[in-house]
């Protein structure tokens, strides 16, 4: 099946400093990927649609200066949390739509980062 | 209101219940419904869909769909330990090209 590998999966930081979270579909060439935000105990917030070749859409509330990403290839897609803050600590989930055999229907996701900063 | 609200839990059953969960939507619009399982720390992985109201079969795990009163449900038969994660549905808009979730039900089967 369909298997989307997230890197890495915990980081932690010193306030200020950027952290770069990668997201591969490993088997599959994924031209939209999606990347949510989990807080403890609640549901996925997605936070941007991002689409190979072309700047990714952001959810409303998003900063995109804040929260880069960069879809260089059908099959990589990364976040770049610039200037990182305490309050950006969180788990982040990347997704990929489709897959071999799989509809538009369904996403595979990554195992998800953990970003601590401190 | 959220377009998906799903029962917040958190739900703990001995091991062997039949497990209950469920959502409502409020978009007619959508056309696929997912399940997805999430142990804690990971992501999220699909557990099935439908497209259509009725149920779907798959082992131990049934979905239900009723679009007439927008309703998803996903049963558990002869819950084990294993089982115990959160639980999300989700739904899909093709003309959107959107998936929504609900907030995630938490899911404890005791051995």
């Known amino acids: 099946g369909a298997v989307v590998s997230q890197h890495p999966s915990r980081v932690i930081c010193k306030s200020g400093t950027s952290v770069k979270i990668e997201c591969r579909s490993l088997?599959?060439?994924?031209?939209?990927m999606f990347w949510y935000r989990q807080f403890p105990k609640q549901s996925l917030m997605l936070m941007a649609t991002?689409?190979?070749?072309?700047?990714?859409?952001?959810e409303q509330g998003v900063e995109k200066d804040k929260f880069l990403i960069n879809h260089a290839s059908l099959t990589l897609s990364t976040l770049t949390v610039t200037s990182a803050h305490p309050e950006d600590s969180s788990f982040y989930i990347c997704?990929?739509?489709?897959?071999?055999?799989?509809?538009?229907?369904?996403?595979?996701f990554g195992a998800g980062s953990r970003l601590t900063v401190l | 209101q959220k377009e998906v609200e799903q029962d917040p839990g958190p739900l703990s059953v001995p091991e062997g219940a039949i497990v209950s969960l469920n959502c409502t939507y409020s978009?007619?619009?959508?056309?696929?419904f997912m399940w997805y399982r999430q142990y804690s720390r990971k992501g999220p992985e699909l557990l099935m869909y439908?497209?259509?109201?009725g149920n779907k079969e798959d082992g131990r795990f049934t979905a239900q769909v009723d679009k007439s009163s927008k309703y998803i449900s996903l049963f558990i038969r002869d819950s084990q330990p294993s089982d115990s994660a959160t639980y999300l549905c989700?739904?899909?808009?093709?003309?959107?090209?959107?998936?929504?979730f609900g907030d995630g039900t938490t899911l404890t089967v005791k051995p």
């Open positions: 997704s990929a739509r489709g897959g071999p055999g799989s509809g538009a229907n369904v996403l595979t």
């Open positions: 088997d599959f060439q994924a031209t939209t």
């Open positions: 991002s689409n190979e070749g072309s700047k990714a859409t952001y």
């Open positions: 978009n007619s619009a959508f056309q696929y």
């Open positions: 439908t497209y259509s109201s």
């Open positions: 989700a739904t899909y808009n093709t003309n959107a090209g959107k998936s929504t």
